[in-house]
């Protein structure tokens, strides 16, 4: 929990700082502020979606720091429907194909968060029936 805090606050900051560099992250091109239309809302999105990781990564760091296991296991299954969402935008061609970064990386989170709140649950009660 705590590497993904502070790895998705370590992207939000990037994205409020360096727009551009989370563009390319994500597989895409950046395009010149010159060549932006009037109304393209890309950096606003941009700064929006990193504030948000910003929090939280923030959030899950303190999360973390407290041992606060319900919050844990309460991000399994988000993360595994941001996880759908991102995958379905990309088959769907609603979204480029770098968007699957994103929920790979949504996926892989909550598996392995369940992964050890499992294991950590069966430890539990192995030390719990030697007592």
Known sequence: MAVFGVLAAVL???????????????????????SRAADDHTLLFLTASSMAALN???????????????????????????CTVFTLAVVTDRAPSGFLGVGLWEGTGALVTGAALWCETRRAARQGAAA
Do not use: N
């Open 56 to 82: 939280m990564g923030v959030y899950y760091v303190l999360a973390a720091l407290a041992d606060w296991k319900p919050f844990f296991r309460w991000t399994v299954p988000f993360r595994l429907l941001t």
């Open 12 to 34: 939000g900051v990037v994205g409020l700082v360096s727009p551009d560099t989370t563009i390319r992250l994500m597989g895409l091109t950046p395009i010149s502020e010159a």
